[in-house]
């Protein structure tokens, strides 16, 4: 059974830093794509940082660049998003999701996906 579990969501005023982590289970690890994606209220799914497990290779949205920081420990099958510098904006329910390393261009081709944690960063 595959499951892909987030944590590390919360209240956090602005400024302030919150660290998400994504555990995979029962899914390739190696040489594979893992994300992270948001959706805020009223918005469509956007990627926030992609990783692949293989080479290191990474993506930052525009948005995120010099403020979030998506780091992988191969070995205990975990994805971190370190966020600093949190703005309202950021506010939304962050996803973890898997798929193949081609995945990092693309949202669509993810394939397995976490059912996301909530990060409320106030004003």
């Known amino acids: 059974e595959v499951q892909v579990v987030e944590s590390g969501g919360g209240l956090v005023q602005a400024g302030g830093s919150l660290r998400l982590s994504c555990a995979a289970s029962g899914v390739t690890f190696d040489d594979s794509a893992i994300g992270w994606f948001r959706q805020a209220p009223g918005k469509e799914r956007e990627g926030v940082s992609t990783?692949?497990?293989?080479?290191?290779?990474?993506y930052y949205a525009d948005s995120v660049k010099g403020r979030f920081t998506i780091s992988i420990d191969n070995a205990k099958r975990t994805v971190t998003l370190q966020m600093n510098s949190l703005k309202p904006e950021d506010t939304a329910v962050y996803y973890c999701a898997v798929g193949p390393p081609w995945a990092i261009a693309s949202m669509n081709l993810m394939k397995h996906w976490g059912k996301g944690t909530l990060v409320t960063v106030s004003s």
């Open positions: 990783i692949v497990s293989s080479d290191g290779n990474t």
